[in-house]
């Protein structure tokens, strides 16, 4: 019997789980030395040099610290830098008041340094000698010339095709002063990854159930939770800093934690139960364990009754989901999916079915997703502690501008009206409304592109460059010069956030809260920050009246006012945290709730997607399986990397340079894999990667599937650490699986099969 497909093999992992549970804040032994390198110094040449571990308190040279939040990831965890007496920038640490990271940051960000001192960074604005083939073929020019080229090509298509033939890309702090800058021009396609192809789907359905979204970071109590499951979601390896620091919390108060995965990833490592899923049957779990909550009777009668509606009609639909069902589509046996259920049961209210962040997978995700918010529902867990509570979130004004005008069009009608639930532009959604085709009636002719690689974001690579290759112009504001780069007609060289101003961080949370990001030093090279370009290129436009301010510090003062605070309290404390205002932080007996559903009620059989013309409640679909010789892809994320952008950064490819597969030893054995020996991926459409892959041998991946951590495989030579370096997984995602709830684009629909590589073809 082969132990990855039956949830007994647990007890083969017993001796891992026997280590101190605290442990797991460390993230093995690869993470533990990322965090450790949050005291390593960074010299001007970028090389780590050893130091101490201090307390912030008696760290020396106080004046020389400056507040900031992380733009490494997107948790945006507040911390501090600190510089030597000569003004270098040494090392970042975390700020004590901030919930996002309670003073401790993570590998990567403490690694953020490596940022600034990356002599690889785009140094100067560059304009395109060639046509744009990928090739970093540039000339170098001033400021001023860049601007004045990408001014008169947006107004020139402005006054030939309409200011709503332009978009764009963005995915971190710039996207604010750039969004703004295309709503002044006229245009609403402003498209970020992270929805269509991250969290989207997500959104869709705890609106439609609970009335309210997730946002970031998500609402979990998971520090006073009982029971935590984790279905996809690698948490401790995606590294959002906070929720993993609450689960080793719960992990030490004895909180049960449930992990369904086909990997045995480092959570399962702490798990009490780990399920290791066959891939694409999720649904088929969640229709089963709702069933054994309802037909139990281990659902939390008294707040079913009170604020859902549809339990009846929930109760008929999964009447024959059974356990037993669920078994020959998952492989999961029957007695564990009634006993992990049975495990919610007895945490109920403080359980949480972790609603994960990168849920885009098979194209029903957002039918997923709403199982999902059921589950929780039916345990009682939204707005309960130990499960979803209330955050609040400061209001902070927008600085005075005149009121944008109404797009004529915008990426919608180019979608035929498809996908009205999604509330944000699908960036898949812009790149289709780029290449021409007469129905659609919309073609978008420019793209801005900051902060994101979208030959290694968007899936389907050659429909992403079919799309450019129909632009009149591509902008790309970046620190580095990622693949995006080479086809840009103009490459604007950004500061890193190390080195500028930007917007307050407003998260919700317990409690509301802002933190400052302010210079720690002067930029380097020829390089500005965001708000600076579209303030400048608004100007160029005449749109100068969208941005009437001189210093983006007179931005902050204003808006700090408003809220009772000011720079130089800022400045001092970096990050401040209001008092709640709009009640408590988890339902009272007798407070009374509305939801934002057309009902008032969380609803368990959805309205609003059932008027789309949609199941109002989750159904199970049948999935592709792979071929002969062909395995499931998966990917996921290693807590030193941020998708691609970190693979280059001297502090963090210290701890890990490249990606490896994992193989299965029965795989392993039928194909003659070794350890260590180099591989191309080929997928189920012949594209084969571009550099080659090592083998990792494991017990810790399924038989029918294979594993890679995403953001390696980069072909630009510039970026002379991260070039050649493993193999990337966007390159073989062009199958896409497109949800048609809300356009989200479902990723691992993709196989792939192995080709042995020539010693010639393994880089060193």
């Not at 995700?365 to 199982?371: E, G, I, K, P, V």
Request: one cysteine or more; a neutral charge.
């Amino acid at each position: 019997m082969n132990c990855l497909v039956n949830s007994s093999c647990n007890d083969q992992y017993s001796n891992l789980m026997s280590h101190n549970r605290r442990d797991f804040i460390k993230i093995g032994a690869i993470g533990s030395a990322g965090l450790l390198s949050a005291w390593k110094m960074a010299g001007a040449s970028g090389s780590l040099q050893g130091g101490a571990t201090p307390s912030q308190s008696s760290l020396p040279n106080a004046p020389f610290r400056t507040a900031t939040y992380c733009e490494v990831c997107f948790w945006k965890c507040a911390g501090w830098i600190y510089k030597n007496e000569e003004g270098k920038i040494q090392k970042i640490i975390g700020n004590d008041e901030d919930e996002n990271c309670n003073g401790r940051l993570c590998p990567r960000g403490t690694g953020g340094v490596g940022m600034y001192y990356d002599t690889d960074r785009l140094k100067t604005p560059l304009i395109r000698v060639t046509g744009a083939d990928g090739k970093q073929t540039f000339r170098e020019a001033s400021w001023d010339e860049a601007l004045d080229v990408v001014a008169e090509k947006l107004q020139k298509i402005k006054q030939e095709h309409g200011a709503e033939c332009t978009a764009l890309f963005t995915h971190g702090s710039g996207g604010h002063y750039f969004g703004n800058l295309l709503k002044a021009f006229g245009s609403g396609n402003i498209a970020a990854p992270s929805y269509a192809q991250c969290r989207g789907p997500r959104e869709v359905a705890f609106i439609a159930t609970f009335g309210a979204g997730l946002d970031s970071p998500e609402p979990t109590d998971i520090r006073d939770t009982r029971c935590l499951v984790l279905i996809g979601s690698h948490l401790g390896e995606n590294m959002h800093n906070g929720q993993v620091q609450e689960m080793s919390d719960a992990i030490d108060k004895g909180a049960t934690i449930i992990t369904v995965d086909p990997r045995f990833s480092t959570a399962a490592s702490k798990s009490k139960f780990w399920l290791p899923i066959k891939p694409a049957t999720d649904m088929a779990l969640l229709l089963a364990w709702i069933h054994e909550i309802i037909y139990n009777d281990w659902y939390d009668k008294k707040y079913v009754e009170k604020y859902t509606s549809g339990f009846e009609q929930l109760k008929e639909h999964v009447k024959n989901f059974t356990p037993e069902w669920a078994h020959g589509i998952t492989t999961i046996d029957p007695s564990v999916i009634t006993e992990t259920a049975r495990a919610m049961r007895d945490a109920s209210p403080a359980v949480i079915i972790h609603p994960g962040r990168h849920v885009t997978w098979y194209g029903d995700d957002t039918q997923r997703l709403r199982a999902v918010a059921i589950l929780n529902a039916l345990l009682g867990s939204w707005g309960r502690r130990g499960g979803f509570y209330l955050p609040e979130k400061i209001e902070v004004p927008e600085f005075p501008h005149p009121p944008f005008p109404k797009p004529a069009k915008t990426w919608r009608d180019a979608m035929g009206g498809k996908y009205a639930l999604a509330d944000l532009a699908l960036a898949s959604g812009v790149c289709d409304a780029t290449i021409p085709n007469p129905e659609m009636g919309c073609n978008i002719r420019a793209w801005i592109v900051n902060g994101t690689n979208l030959i290694m974001t968007l899936p389907d690579e050659k429909k992403t460059i079919e799309a450019i290759k129909n632009l009149d112009l591509m902008v790309v504001v970046d620190t580095m010069p990622m693949e995006i780069t080479g086809y840009a007609d103009v490459v604007l060289p950004e500061c890193t956030y190390l080195e500028r101003w930007d917007d307050l961080r407003v998260v919700h949370g317990r409690k509301p809260n802002i933190a400052l990001r302010m210079p720690a030093t002067e930029p380097l090279y020829d390089t500005k920050p965001a708000y600076w370009i579209a303030k400048k290129l608004a100007e160029k436009m005449g749109l100068g009246d969208y941005f009437k301010w001189d210093k983006f510090e007179d931005v902050l003062e204003w808006q700090l006012k408003q809220i009772g605070s000011s720079l130089d309290e800022m400045k001092r404390i970096g990050v401040k945290v209001f008092p709640r205002e709009s009640g408590p932080l988890y339902f009272e007996e007798d407070m009374p709730i509305e939801f934002g559903t057309n009902s008032g009620k969380i609803e368990l059989y959805s309205t609003v997607i059932a008027a789309e013309g949609f199941d109002a409640m989750p159904v199970y679909t049948e999935h592709m399986t792979p071929p002969p010789g062909f395995f499931h892809l998966n990917y996921g994320r290693a807590p030193m990397h941020t998708f691609g952008r970190t693979s280059n950064n001297p502090n963090l490819t210290d701890l890990m340079d490249e990606n490896t597969v994992w193989v299965n030893p029965k795989v392993a054995k039928e194909w003659s894999l070794k350890n260590g020996l180099a591989i191309y991926l080929e997928n189920q459409d012949g594209i084969v990667t571009d550099f080659p892959v090592k083998v990792r041998i494991t017990e810790r991946i399924r038989f029918d599937s294979v594993y890679i951590v995403h953001g390696f495989g980069h072909n630009n030579k510039k970026l002379t650490r991260a070039h050649g370096k493993g193999v990337s997984d966007s390159q073989l995602i062009s199958r896409v699986l497109i949800d048609p709830i809300m356009g989200g684009t479902g990723m691992r629909g993709n196989f792939v099969t192995f080709r042995i590589a020539k010693e010639s073809e393994v880089k060193s």
